[in-house]
């Protein structure tokens, strides 16, 4: 067996890390092999550095491959660092002490960076998921606002309508031409159905206007309307009222059609 050489002892981290040169490694290999101290002490380091690994593995689902390859770099060249740092000049008795626990210091260098790589790596994957779940807050709290906003511009567009409409049905002149559940009002050149207790049309179906010109042999399409919960429906036509001899509804695809595809609720000449 060979006598023990304090040589070697400066290598023995940085080969128990896998990071010595291989110009070196075989001499400290071939060392190691049958000096029993710094065997002991490759072992103890061996352990560290199976431990970052095992560290950079079991913790892949928070840090991936990329920052595991690094912080064991990290590791490696400050262990490096401080095996290849010259000894102050002049100072015998302290780099004696220094290089015979160089070997611990990196020991211990090893063992805090693993302890600090689990912190960050559960910090991070925490943050992460607080950043995540922030940001999905946040993105629900807009699509709620932008929601309410287009509800909201819908009702006010809706009220609106519904108050021109209520107008013209009270105008003063206005003409009024009953019909199964309401009636056709002429007023101030506009147009306007308004019924009351209309079921909702079946699926995929809607309610259709159509009007019919004066000399004219078929009707043509006017807009696409639905009662509301209550059963009421007030629609103003956007045809002007001026030539237009007759108004029906009928039951239509949804959209519209071109042409009536089925019976009219009703058909109402303007006379």
């Not at 006598?3 to 040169?21: K, M, Q, T």
Request: glycine letters at 6%.
């Amino acid at each position: 067996m060979n006598r023990h050489d304090d040589a070697f002892s400066e290598s023995i981290a940085v080969f128990a890390l896998g990071a010595l040169p291989e110009s070196e490694a075989s001499a400290v290999a071939a060392h190691v092999r049958t000096c029993a101290e710094c065997r002991a002490e490759y072992d103890d380091l061996r352990g560290v550095a199976d431990l970052v690994g095992y560290q950079a593995e079991s913790s892949r689902s928070e840090l991936d491959e990329l920052a595991a390859a690094r912080m064991k770099l990290r590791i490696m060249r400050v262990v490096r660092a401080d095996a290849e740092a010259p000894a102050p000049a002049g100072i015998p008795t302290v780099e004696r002490v220094a290089a015979s626990k160089r070997p611990w210091f990196a020991y211990g260098l090893a063992a805090a960076a693993v302890l600090v790589a689990a912190f960050v790596s559960v910090d991070d994957v925490g943050l992460r998921s607080h950043d995540a779940s922030q940001t999905q807050n946040v993105a629900t709290a807009n699509d709620r606002a932008a929601q309410l906003a287009a509800a909201s511009a819908a009702a006010e567009t809706q009220r609106r309508s519904l108050e021109r409409e209520l107008a013209l049905v009270v105008a003063p002149g206005s003409k009024h031409f009953a019909v199964p559940r309401g009636e056709v009002i002429e007023s101030n050149g506009r147009l306007v159905i308004a019924l009351t207790g209309v079921a909702a049309p079946p699926n995929g179906k809607t309610y259709q206007a159509w009007t019919l010109a004066r000399g004219a042999k078929s009707v043509a399409p006017s807009i696409t309307f639905a009662p509301d919960a209550s059963g009421r429906a007030v629609v103003e036509l956007p045809e002007s009222a001026a030539g237009i001899a007759a108004v029906a509804v009928s039951v239509e695809p949804a959209g519209g059609s071109k042409a009536p595809t089925s019976k009219a609720d009703f058909v109402r000449a303007l006379t």
